[in-house]
């Protein structure tokens, strides 16, 4: 195998102890193949752990603004290789080369903030309610951390853990999505050649098993997760269990509502890209488009001519705007959901099969699907499906559409189109996400911003912005007593 195609552990790229590999095709043309990658058992897992451990003390006493500096390093050579990660990014999960380029953005974005941040861990002091004595609160790391991410942004969403875990001064076991292992071991090379010392970041490749061993370690302290409800849930039980730090991010069924006063050809533009764009699977993607009824056909059939338009194919290919699915599993769920829509007395606009005309048979193509007629308690209103299928419902009221948008039990983003400001501020308040666009598609987060949601698509954490380097410290509280005698908090500060 070649250096790439291995777990990175304690600086060394190294095989598997058991030896047992897994393939990863191109899901646009499943006869080039990727690579095979290591599948890590506890063995693998272990020694990864106890390399994080090592170099903790190290690393954890490092200032700050020099862990700081190497995250600037990072980012000046994500910048450099953006485009030859994003091409193998493409080729490896499929959506089309612009996107993939604006997920390594989003690193270099994530590197250059959390470099910066490292001068401002910010800790508090406050007024002791004793004569001459201080208080703070200082900032720890909080330990060895695991890092599990989904396939669908595989260079920028682990950079959101990484880098503010990096920045806080925590060691890291990094597993990537076993749909995106070689996004994972680009990213651990650069790392590598950016200076991160050996045992600060360790890579170990495989599927669920492999998630679940790091899991319960007793040496990792703190997991970081990003993917299915179902895999989330599993890691919660666990962390509960074993009272681990736990950050959640999971699923969404992200609604775009326009009111009949917005601007028509902007709500258009911004659900194509938001319902189409990754092939609809993102965890903000727009899977239900909530209509007034005032310009519910008008706006549909205009949607409908602009679907009929969008080209189909290999992301690396000029001109593509969609690419696969990830896998043959997501084509049957997206298939099987295509099928459900139906039978519960929606009606199929447009789309609704595998597409495989041409070279489009050689991977997990999926025609760009629309619904109308859809109503809340549909099932492909309210699941997520995680493909390329729009649910379009009608609403007769602000009212009606807010009540539809938060009919589920997911809350990740969303998004409202209206002229009007009363009603833009009302959303803000009234829908019930960790995300709200105003005049804009339910996706395009900013690495400096937070980032998640709520109701059951998270824990309450969040990735992004300033809120992110809560998750990776440990509040220490600290008195500094300078009287010369013994003060007794709650006796000696009342009056007798
Ligand atoms: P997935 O849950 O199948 O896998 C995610 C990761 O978890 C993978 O690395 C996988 O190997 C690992 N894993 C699975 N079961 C595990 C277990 N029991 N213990 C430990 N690790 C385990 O998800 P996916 O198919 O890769 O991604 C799609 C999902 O991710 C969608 O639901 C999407 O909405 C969600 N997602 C959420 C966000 C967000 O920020 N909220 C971002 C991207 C994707």
């Excluded at 680009?186 to 998630?211: E, H, I, K, M, Y």
């Excluded at 509502?257 to 092939?279: N, P, Q, R, Y």
């Excluded at 679907?307 to 290999?314: A, C, E, W």
């Excluded at 099969?353 to 050689?362: M, V």
Aim: aromatic share 8%; with cysteine; charged share 25%.
């Amino acid at each position: 195998m070649p250096d790439p195609f291995r777990n990175f552990v304690d600086g060394s790229w190294l095989d598997t102890a058991s030896g047992a590999t897994f393939e990863k095709p191109n899901p646009a043309r499943t006869q080039d193949l990727i690579g095979h990658f290591p599948e890590s058992g506890q063995e693998d897992i272990d020694a990864a752990v106890t390399a994080a451990r090592k170099a903790l003390p190290a690393w954890s006493d490092t200032p700050a603004p020099q862990r700081g500096e190497i995250l600037r390093r990072i980012g000046d050579l994500l910048t450099e290789r953006k485009q030859e990660l994003a091409f193998e990014e493409t080729r490896e999960m499929g959506k089309p080369f612009a996107e993939t380029c604006g997920d390594v953005q989003e690193a270099i974005d994530t590197a250059y903030y959390a470099a910066s941040e490292t001068r401002r861990l910010f800790g508090r002091t406050v007024p002791s309610e004793l004569p001459d004595k201080f208080n703070m609160s200082i900032r720890r790391p909080v330990g060895a951390v695991g890092i599990i991410t989904a396939w669908n942004f595989p260079i920028a969403v682990p950079t959101w853990k990484i880098f503010p875990a990096l920045a806080c001064g925590n060691t890291i076991v990094f597993k990537p999505s076993e749909d995106a292992p070689h996004s994972g071991m680009l990213l651990t090379r650069l790392f590598a050649d950016a200076g991160v010392p050996a045992g600060v970041f360790n890579l170990v490749q495989g599927g669920a098993v492999s998630g679940a061993a790091l899991v319960k370690h007793p040496g990792i302290d703190a997991v970081s997760f990003t993917g299915s409800n179902d895999a989330g849930s599993n890691i919660g039980e666990v962390c509960g269990r074993l009272n681990k730090r736990l950050s959640l991010e999971m699923g969404g069924k992200n609604a775009q509502i326009v009111m009949s006063d917005a601007d028509l050809d902007l709500a258009l533009e911004g659900v194509l890209w938001g319902a189409f764009g990754t092939t609809g699977q993102r965890c903000t993607a727009t899977s239900r488009l909530i209509l007034h009824e005032a310009i519910h056909d008008v706006l549909v059939e205009r949607l409908i001519e602009q679907v009929q338009k969008l080209v189909l194919g290999y992301g690396n290919d000029e001109g593509v705007n969609v690419g696969p699915l990830i896998n043959e599993k997501a084509l049957e769920k997206v298939t099987r959901y295509v099928e459900i829509g139906r039978t519960e007395g929606a009606t199929l606009r447009i789309g609704g099969r595998r597409a495989t005309q041409g070279a489009l048979g050689d991977g997990f193509f999926f025609e760009p699907t629309l619904f109308t007629g859809v109503t809340p308690q549909m099932r492909i209103a309210r699941e997520e499906i995680f493909g390329p299928v729009l649910s379009v419902l009608r609403a007769t009221s602000y009212e009606e559409a807010v009540r539809m948008a938060n009919a589920t039990r997911y809350g990740l983003s969303s998004s409202i189109y209206t002229r009007d400001v009363r009603l833009a501020y009302r959303a803000m308040k009234d829908i019930e996400a960790g995300i709200t666009y105003i005049n804009g598609p339910t996706i395009g987060a900013e690495a400096h911003m937070p980032f998640g949601g709520v109701k059951q698509t998270g824990n309450g954490h969040r990735d992004g912005g300033w809120e992110v380097f809560d998750f990776y410290t440990e509040t220490k509280t600290v008195y500094v007593d300078y009287s010369g005698r013994l003060q007794k908090a709650q006796m000696d500060n009342v009056a007798s």
